[in-house]
């Protein structure tokens, strides 16, 4: 969505397709750092993230059990823009959905593709209705499995495991938190975003091990409060007032930076299709809108769409690199329960580093 209001917004006809016949999104919250504010901000859906999440300056890092560590002051990155903040996915989904809308931008529900034939000047693409349709270009947004790249990319491949499942729960927001908290020092460190007034989300991140993707409700509860068994803070504050009712998920994580050329032909990907990263820096939505921003842009400095495509890549490239192996690394220390201060001074220098201009 982020790249088709971009590129809607500069005056080119986009269509956009989903697999999902609803267009619904599933999840619990998005923690949004002062990066991706930034790029909602230039998408014009500033205000209204800020109006329907919640917004803060600062995350604080405590020891698993509860002993405060230190606070990680996040100043806004530039003026009149919030530090950081969280919002319910099925929320920031509707926002941006309205948009697309005003857009007048072409919606087509329940599709996805069986081929691609690509060039140097267009792109023709069947779907699974059958029908065919020819496109300019063809930009594959379609997630860490993604479709589009399995047709067109053969040099790439999945992501791959990390060795880590997360752990998410939507709940109501403890009384006596103000702000983002990570709490850290333990095998199976987690954090907690505020989404709005009352709303919370929790995030645990655990060695992964096999477990029945369909768990029920009840066996997702138990397990969940029995991880959480060793936490003090907020973070037991949840484990002692969740309930079986409260939506409650769980997923293993993989990761991958996929070799160049992310495009081909009149074939291009962006997002998790390209650079799928894990959630140790909030960055995975933030770096797939700022794809989508940064492919418009250049796509509109000039009529070659080989150059545009090239440039994309090029703007992209080191910036997901870095989101991803620095994510990767701190997983790398929480299963080595390695020391909390420099899991802290990881995330530190790397949140930094995203503040720099995309």
Not at 8 to 31: C, K, Q
Not at 89 to 111: A, N, S
Not at 234 to 241: F, K, L
Request: with cysteine.
């Amino acid at each position: 969505m982020a790249a088709a209001i971009s590129l809607a917004e500069r005056g080119v006809a986009v269509e956009l397709i989903d697999i999902d016949p609803e267009w619904r999104v599933y999840g619990a919250g998005i923690t949004i750092t002062g990066p991706t504010l930034r790029a909602y901000k230039q998408l014009g859906l500033l205000e209204a993230i800020k109006a329907e999440g919640a917004i803060t300056s600062k995350i604080r890092l405590f020891e698993y059990d509860g002993t405060h560590l230190l606070d990680l002051d996040e100043p806004a990155i530039e003026e009149g823009l919030p530090a950081t903040g969280g919002i319910m996915r099925p929320v920031l989904h509707r926002i941006m959905q309205m948009r697309v809308r005003e857009l007048d931008i072409e919606v087509r529900l329940g599709l996805s593709v069986t081929a691609i034939k690509t060039s140097e000047d267009f792109s023709d693409v069947t779907f699974t209705d059958g029908q065919s349709r020819t496109y300019d270009l063809v930009i594959g947004a379609d997630s860490v499995f993604s479709s589009v790249r399995d047709l067109v990319f053969p040099h790439m491949g999945p992501a791959l495991p990390t060795g880590q499942g997360c752990w998410r729960i939507s709940i109501r927001k403890p009384p006596e938190l103000e702000t983002g908290e990570f709490f850290l020092g333990h095998a199976s460190p987690c954090g907690i975003t505020v989404c709005a007034p009352e709303k919370v989300y929790m995030w645990m991140l655990t060695p992964h091990i096999d477990r029945d993707e369909h768990m029920s409700d009840e066996e997702l509860f138990v397990t969940l409060k029995s991880l959480l068994a060793d936490f003090g803070g907020n973070a037991g504050w949840i484990r002692d007032n969740m309930t079986p009712g409260d939506w409650i998920n769980y997923r293993p994580l993989s990761a991958a930076l996929q070799p160049k050329d992310w495009y081909h032909g009149r074939v291009v990907l962006l997002g998790d299709a390209a650079h799928a990263t894990t959630p140790h820096l909030a960055s995975g939505a933030g770096m797939a809108v700022e794809s989508g921003i940064v492919l418009a842009e250049e796509l509109a400095r000039t009529n070659n769409v080989t150059s545009a495509l090239r440039a994309y890549q090029e703007r992209r490239y080191e910036r997901c690199r870095d989101v991803i192996e620095t994510s990767v690394a701190v997983g790398k220390l929480q299963l080595q329960h390695g020391d909390p201060k420099v899991h802290a001074e990881l995330l530190g220098a790397a949140l930094h580093r995203l503040n720099a201009p995309f």
